[in-house]
């Protein structure tokens, strides 16, 4: 299947920095992009819909400036948590929208704020 | 309308066993339906999909069974391996909601050697 790569797996950090995560889909070009977050023992839950130039579409109860979601190309989307607390800690995965509407995902980012 | 409902929770198989997941879905708009697989810490990885064109998709030890009527489908793994133990999630989209997975709750699924 395709690749999607999502980078960094793991980040520890300090109550009220910010975390950028990346996503990339490497062999396929994907203007649609999506951020989960995965409590423990969870289904995924969708945070927001991340669409190559042009602003993103959070869903109801996530916070967009808390969340910032930035997709400038057609291969990368990133996910910036602004002043995260202990709360934000969670598991964010990525997916990337292929053609046929398959959706591959990257590995993870376990987020854990001090 | 838009609920993916996922039975049972958890599973619990012996080694060799046939492995049964079932979704119900509501939306009749949904037109991709694909099965996840998720191991602890990791990302889910694609497993098999189906579209409702089929009743039937079947990829290795992997079937998919879909019902249209019904708004129904479920994934059999045959000759279950204790390797195959791992949450799965199934999930539906339709093409005109900007392809939003919809997932089910998710069933964990044991396979005891």
């Known amino acids: 299947g395709a690749v999607v790569s999502q980078h960094p797996s793991r980040v520890i950090c300090k109550s009220g920095t910010s975390v950028k995560i990346e996503c990339r889909s490497l062999?396929?070009?994907?203007?649609?992009m999506f951020w989960y977050r995965q409590f423990p023992k969870q289904s995924l839950m969708l945070m927001a819909t991340?669409?190559?130039?042009?602003?993103?579409?959070?869903e109801q109860g996530v916070e967009k400036d808390k969340f910032l979601i930035n997709h400038a190309s057609l291969t990368l989307s990133t996910l910036t948590v602004t002043s995260a607390h202990p709360e934000d800690s969670s598991f964010y995965i990525c997916?990337?929208?292929?053609?046929?509407?398959?959706?591959?995902f990257g590995a993870g980012t376990r987020l854990s704020v001090l | 309308q838009q609920q993916v409902k996922q039975s049972p929770q958890s599973l619990i198989v012996q080694k060799g066993g046939i492995s049964i997941i079932n979704c119900a879905y509501e939306?009749?708009?949904?037109?991709?339906f694909p099965w996840y697989q998720q191991f602890p810490g990791k990302g889910p990885a694609l497993l098999i999909a189906?579209?409702?064109?089929?009743s039937e998709k079947k990829e290795g030890r992997f079937t998919i069974s879909f019902n249209k009527s019904a708004k129904q489908f479920s994934l059999h793994i045959m000759d279950s391996q204790p390797g195959d133990s791992a949450t799965y999630f199934c999930?539906?989209?339709?093409?005109?909601?900007?392809?939003?997975?919809?997932f089910g709750q998710g069933t964990t699924l044991q396979v005891k050697p």
């Open positions: 997916s990337a929208r292929a053609p046929g509407n398959i959706q591959y």
């Open positions: 062999d396929f070009q994907a203007t649609t």
């Open positions: 991340s669409n190559e130039g042009s602003k993103a579409t959070y």
């Open positions: 939306n009749t708009a949904f037109d991709y």
């Open positions: 189906i579209r409702p064109d089929v």
């Open positions: 999930a539906a989209s339709g093409s005109g909601n900007t392809g939003k997975l919809i």
